[in-house]
Structure formats: structure tokens, C-alpha cells
């Protein structure tokens, strides 16, 4: 429901300006034209910034001799080892990606499914007054800080978790799996619940018309209808748990190990530019490493959040369009 | 509307059908645990809250917000902590809203919507919403500090005064990443101002800056003051953005100048969960914190909230 810039037309038809007091005013109006455009410049700005300085942090690794002597990208996958610190640092990236992906698939099982199923819940099956009561709990549920998700995961959850797993690292990649999936509810439900409840009230009638149940309507015509929505919803939470560090840096142990088990403890890629840059001398090959980090989690997270951002404008073609 | 009302009208003859159909066991399973993965998600805030009030508010006194830390943090109050958020906050909000809100201006007032450029500005501002806050950290560190701060240094002849971790260089890291948040809830509230507003000045003789200075800006002042607050909510509790571009540790003294390091409440919860040196001493001290750092968020959301559900209320009634 965008707005068409109604002025056009009418802007040209401003009165004859002849006086000095008139000319003034365009000159001020060209100026503040230009000044509104460079604030919306910024936002470009700010992205290629983003991009230059943390790829220009990450670049010594590929073509500094010095460096990569110590870190390059075939050093990287050699080396199944992330020791930063020590006599012969090694940077072995598999510990830390493997732990990544630990943690991300342990709260993609949890949140997934839940916020899915809750969205399904609110869109259709709630009555009126449960669904405006739900609405705030999501809300809080956003609005919590991630370092005190971390907080709780470390102090509180992590000890029911290991009571509950019997697991003899208190933090694992369960820990702060579960709690990285608390993170990532807000971002599903509301994304999914929007898509359901964009759905036309037609599809639902005429499904229920032709009798069908309201759970067959739910799951055989309103999901369908909104599947584009409902899969940027779980890429844009995806996005937001790959790029998370607070939760992860205090829940998850921080050990850099590369295993499949779900109860030891992981290092992810994030956790480690936060744990670590503030000790590195600037320039070092540590430190180039650690840009080199924060540029693949810039790479990734650009890259499922333009893919979401293509299932929302399918979304909206497929609901307009009908 | 014919259609769909004739189809209500069909579904309601159809109903005795759909109660057959209703006792199907996958139905009823499948409604069932869609309320219980809403029940879930209710249960856990309900946990996590409950846990932080019960065990926060005994600590949350005056003495607890007016008092600096004591002995090696494991007595004393947060207010350090409160004074360096405050003063981070504001200096992001002052370096952002300008920004923010003209570019709004310019995408919903001024830019052609199909224009490459306008395509490009949205294109920017969606996926800078999407960077993870910690790669805003290092951007802070290698943008702001080593290379802005030390180009200043130079320039000056100073020693080290802009080129390390500072509190104007957190804030303007924190503005960029708010920077999203501001353009959408500005553009949000721009569009709900009528159009018949906008003619009726422009009819009027006014220029295009005079409309929007004296007619779109006040009807649209909630709508931005929303995104402020919520700007400076979620300013407030963005931890990894400014772990290396100027939150400290601790501090025995406040931060007076742009130039300074500051205790902030975020990183002060991360400190006490994760470098104390007596668990058992920080704890209560440590759930305070939270708990402050809590209800500082929530007001402000609320606030937020009530004003852009007045907002809507206003565009509702207007489409």
C-alpha cells in the first residue's frame, strides 16, 4: 500500500516565481533535495563500508606473505586445529565451522518447529482473545537482550539441561542450541504469522465450503498458500542464528572440538572473533583471521537474507496475483 | 464480497459435515500441537521472566542503581553502567535520527519508486538490517577506530586520543546498525499521512520542503519517535557491537568526554556471568543487573508499542 509521490504534478504548477524571496527558495529547495538524498546514500554507504573494511581486515590472509605463513586459506582446512594462541598458533577453521553448524541445527529443531506450529496456532485456530494475548508474549520474547538469553542458557538452563542429558560438559552445543532457538522464535513466528494471516479469507471459505475441516484447510491450503512466507520466515531466523554471538559465547563452552555429538562442548565462528579480538594486536595474523571470520559470517548471512528476501516478493506476487 | 459471503453461507449449511470430519485423529493431533507449541513458547517467557524477577528484585534498590561497584564487583551497584548506557544511547540517537529519518523522507516523498537508485537504497537497508551485530563490531573496530580515529590522530598531531575505543565510535556503530529500524518505522509513518494532506499544502502555494516541514513531520512525529525509542531499546542491550569499539570493563570514574571508554549494563551482565572471580557473591548482583537491563527494554518497547499501535490505528482508519 505504497503512495504515489502525489506532488509531481501539483509542484510544477507553483506560482510564477519571479522575486528574490522565491529564488531563495528554490535554491533552498535544491539544497535540501540533495541533503535528503545523500541520508538515503548512507544507507548504501554503510553497507559497501561494512563490506570493504571487513574484507580489508581479512585480506592479509590471502595475499601477505608474512601472514600466511601462519594463516591461509589452505592452512585453514589442513589444519583441523583452533589454537590462535601459542609458540605455533594454528588456525584451523573445521573446529570452529563444525561447531557453527552444531549449534545452528540443534536450534533450528527446536525453533523451527515451534514457531511454525505456534503460527499456525495464532492464524488459525486461536480465538480472537488467545491470539491478542499471544501477541505480547512473542513480543517480550523479541525484546530480551541476547546477552541475558546467554545469561540465562549459562547460569540457569544449562545446569536442567545437564541434569536432564546426564552430559559431562555442563555447556555443549545442545545448551546453546536451545537457547539460540529461543532467539530465533520471535523472528519465525512473526514472519510466518504474518505470511498465514496475508492469506485471502476466500482460499479459507472456499476450502472449508467445499468441507473440508479447518486443520485440512490449515495445513492443505492456507500453509501452501503461504510456503514463500513461511520459508523466508525460517531463513531470516537461520540468518539471525548463524550471526548470533552472546548466546553462544556464554552458553556453549567455547572449546574448539570437532565432533557429531551434540553434548560436547563447541566454538563457533562468532563467539570466537568476540572472545578473542580484544587481546589481538592489530595487524597481526590473528587479527586478519578474525576478519576473515567475520567475513564469512558477512557472506553467509547476506546471502540467506537476500534468498528470504526473494521467497517475500514471491509471496507478494503469488498474493497479489490471484 | 458476494463470493466470499456466499461461501461463509456454504460453510455454515456445511458444518454438521465438517464436525464428521473434525473427529479425524490426525485433525484433532494436529490443532492440538499447534496450541501446545504455543503453550511452549508461553511457558518459556513465563520461566525466564519469572526466574529473573524472582531472583532480581531484592537486589534492585535505589542504593543498588545510585551506588558504583565495590571490591572487585562483587558488592556495590550498577550506576557506572546506567550513567554509560545513557550517554552511549543518546549520542547514537542524536548521530542517527537525522540520517534516518531523511532518507525515509527521500524514499516515500521524493525518490521515484522503480528508480535503480531507490532500488538500491531498500536493497541496502534490508540486508543491512540483516548483518550479524558482531561483524558491526569489527566494522566499529577496523572503520571507526583504525582507520577514521588514527586518519584523525594524525591529522591533529594527537597521541592516541580518537584512534582507540571510545564511546562516540560504540555510538556511531550502534547508529549504523539502527540505522534499518528508524527508515522502516519513519516510512511506516509517512505513509500513513493522507495524501489529501499533502495536496492541499502543495495547493496552498507550499513548497515541497514546507509541506513536509509543517505538515508530513508533525502528523508523522509518533511514528519517528517510535523508531527512536526503539532504536534505543535495541541500543541498549546490543552487546558484541561494542565489546571492542568502547565499553570497558570497569571503570572508576564516569566518562566525561566523546573520547572516553564506558561501562555499559549489557556488558557489564556478560562480565559479571562470565569473568567473576566469587560466583556465589556476584550472583545477586548479577540478577539486578538483568533485571535492570530488563526493565529499561521493556518501558521502552511498551512505549514504543502503544505509539505505533496508535499508529496504525490511525492508518487503519484511513485505508
Known amino acids: ?322 | 464480497m458476494t463470493s466470499s459471503s456466499l461461501a461463509t453461507g456454504a460453510a455454515r449449511i456445511l458444518r454438521p459435515l465438517q464436525k464428521a470430519n473434525r473427529r479425524d485423529a490426525a485433525g484433532t493431533a494436529l490443532s492440538g500441537v499447534s496450541a501446545f507449541a504455543a503453550g511452549i513458547i508461553v511457558l518459556m517467557v513465563a520461566i525466564i521472566m519469572g526466574n529473573i524477577i524472582f531472583f532480581g528484585w531484592r537486589t534492585v534498590t535505589w542504593e543498588f542503581l545510585a551506588a558504583p561497584p565495590r571490591e572487585g564487583m562483587t558488592a556495590g551497584g550498577i550506576f557506572p553502567a546506567i550513567f554509560g548506557t545513557t550517554a552511549l544511547v543518546v549520542l547514537m540517537v542524536v548521530a542517527l535520527i537525522p540520517f534516518g529519518v531523511g532518507a525515509a523522507i527521500y524514499l516515500h516523498e521524493y525518490a521515484r519508486p522503480d528508480s535503480r537508485f531507490t532500488r538500491l537504497v531498500r536493497f541496502s537497508v534490508n540486508n543491512l538490517a540483516g548483518v550479524p551485530s558482531i561483524v558491526f563490531g569489527l566494522f566499529g573496530l577496523g572503520f571507526f577506530i583504525q582507520f577514521l580515529g588514527h586518519q584523525m590522530d594524525r591529522a591533529m598531531g594527537l597521541d592516541m586520543v580518537w584512534g582507540q575505543p571510545a564511546l562516540v565510535w560504540a555510538a556511531l556503530t550502534l547508529a549504523m546498525l539502527n540505522l534499518p529500524v528508524v527508515i522502516v518505522t519513519t516510512e511506516e509513518a509517512l505513509s500513513a499521512v493522507p495524501n489529501d494532506m499533502r495536496e492541499a499544502a502543495l495547493a496552498l502555494g507550499a513548497t515541497r520542503w514546507q509541506t513536509i516541514r509543517h505538515v508530513l513531520l508533525p502528523q508523522a512525529m509518533p511514528g519517528i519517535l517510535t523508531g527512536a525509542i526503539l532504536s534505543v531499546s535495541r541500543g541498549a542491550g546490543e552487546v558484541a557491537p561494542i565489546m571492542f569499539t568502547g565499553a570497558a570493563y570497569f571503570l572508576p570514574y564516569l566518562p566525561t568526554l566523546p573520547t572516553d571508554q564506558f561501562m555499559e549494563l549489557g556488558y557489564h551482565v556478560f562480565v559479571l556471568a562470565t569473568q567473576s572471580t566469587d560466583v556465589d557473591a556476584t550472583r545477586p548482583l548479577l540478577y539486578g543487573t538483568v533485571l535492570t537491563l530488563l526493565m529499561l527494554t521493556f518501558a521502552l518497547n511498551l512505549a514504543a508499542i502503544t505509539l505505533r499501535s496508535r499508529l496504525r490505528a490511525q492508518l487503519a482508519g484511513r485505508s
Open chain 1, 1 to 322: 500500500m505504497t503512495f504515489a509521490p502525489a506532488d509531481t504534478t501539483v509542484g510544477r504548477m507553483r506560482p510564477m516565481a519571479r522575486s528574490g524571496h522565491r529564488s531563495r527558495q528554490r535554491v533552498r529547495e535544491a539544497v535540501i533535495d540533495v541533503a535528503l538524498r545523500a541520508c538515503a546514500f548512507a544507507a548504501i554507504a554503510g553497507l559497501v563500508l561494512i563490506m570493504l573494511f571487513v574484507f580489508r581486515g581479512a585480506l592479509p590472509v590471502m595475499f601477505d606473505a608474512e601472514t600466511m605463513r601462519e594463516a591461509s586459506l589452505t592452512k585453514f582446512v589442513e589444519t583441523w586445529m583452533w589454537q590462535p594462541v601459542g609458540d605455533v598458533p594454528k588456525y584451523g577453521l573445521m573446529p570452529l565451522i563444525v561447531g557453527t553448524l552444531k549449534v545452528v541445527i540443534v536450534a533450528m529443531l527446536f525453533a523451527v518447529p515451534i514457531s511454525v506450529l505456534a503460527a499456525i496456532y495464532a492464524s488459525e485456530f486461536a480465538p480472537a482473545r488467545v491470539r491478542e494475548a499471544l501477541k505480547p508474549v512473542i513480543e517480550i520474547l523479541a525484546g530480551i537482550p541476547s546477552v541475558v538469553l546467554g545469561f540465562f542458557a549459562l547460569i540457569v538452563m544449562a545446569s536442567w539441561v545437564q541434569s536432564v542429558t546426564g552430559s559431562s560438559s555442563r555447556l555443549n552445543a545442545l545448551n546453546a542450541g536451545l537457547a539460540l532457538g529461543l532467539g530465533m522464535i520471535p523472528v519465525i513466528f512473526t514472519v510466518c504469522e504474518d505470511a498465514l494471516r496475508a492469506v485471502p479469507r476466500s482460499y479459507r471459505e472456499a476450502s472449508l465450503a467445499l468441507g473440508a475441516s479447518r486443520w485440512q484447510t490449515a495445513w492443505n491450503v492456507t500453509l501452501p498458500a503461504a510456503s514463500a512466507g513461511v520459508a523466508a520466515g525460517i531463513l531470516l531466523g537461520l540468518a539471525r542464528a548463524v550471526g548470533e554471538t552472546m548466546i553462544v559465547l556464554m552458553a556453549s563452552g567455547n572449546a574448539a572440538i570437532v565432533s557429531a555429538s551434540a553434548f560436547d562442548s563447541v566454538r563457533t565462528l562468532s563467539a570466537s572473533i568476540a572472545a578473542e579480538l580484544a587481546e589481538v594486536v592489530v595487524g597481526s595474523p590473528h587479527y586478519s583471521v578474525l576478519f576473515f571470520l567475520g567475513s564469512m559470517l558477512f557472506v553467509t548471512t547476506f546471502i540467506i537474507n537476500v534468498a528470504a528476501g526473494m521467497f517475500v516478493e514471491r509471496l507478494r506476487k503469488r498474493l497479489r496475483g490471484t
